[in-house]
């Protein structure tokens, strides 16, 4: 069984930046596909990101394009989401998920495991 804890959130400005962890234990790391999803407020869960078993495959949400960076150390069993140019659009309770398989996939059912969460709150 995998378990993932997720770090990193907090209050933030408009413009600032986050870099969200999300540390892996129980399962073989280097094997799983990773993705972040996201839950706002009175609203759906959604993906934001993914990054294939390797790292050599990214992709992201188009309102996290050229935002954010998705990344990985298999080393240490950790991936990491870094957030720039925060909106407030971006507050959400930010989630980290694991899959069985080590493709791109942006669908939660395409992912086993998941974290707690982690609260982002963008606010001026």
């Known amino acids: 069984q995998v378990q993932l804890v997720e770090s990193g959130g907090g209050l933030v400005h408009p413009g600032a930046s986050l870099r969200l962890s999300c540390a892996a234990s129980g399962g073989t790391f280097s094997n799983s596909a990773m993705g972040w999803f996201r839950q706002a407020p009175g609203k759906e869960r959604e993906f934001v990101a993914t990054i294939n078993s390797s790292g050599s495959g990214t992709d992201y949400v188009d309102s996290a394009k050229g935002r954010f960076t998705i990344s990985r150390d298999n080393a240490v069993n950790t991936v990491y989401l870094q957030m720039n140019s925060l909106k407030p659009e971006d507050t959400a309770v930010y989630y980290c998920?694991?899959?069985?398989?080590?493709?791109?996939?942006?669908?939660?059912?395409?992912?086993?495991?998941w974290g707690q969460g982690t609260q982002v709150t963008v606010s001026s």
């Open positions: 998920a694991a899959s069985r398989y080590s493709g791109i996939y942006y669908l939660q059912k395409q992912y086993d495991f």
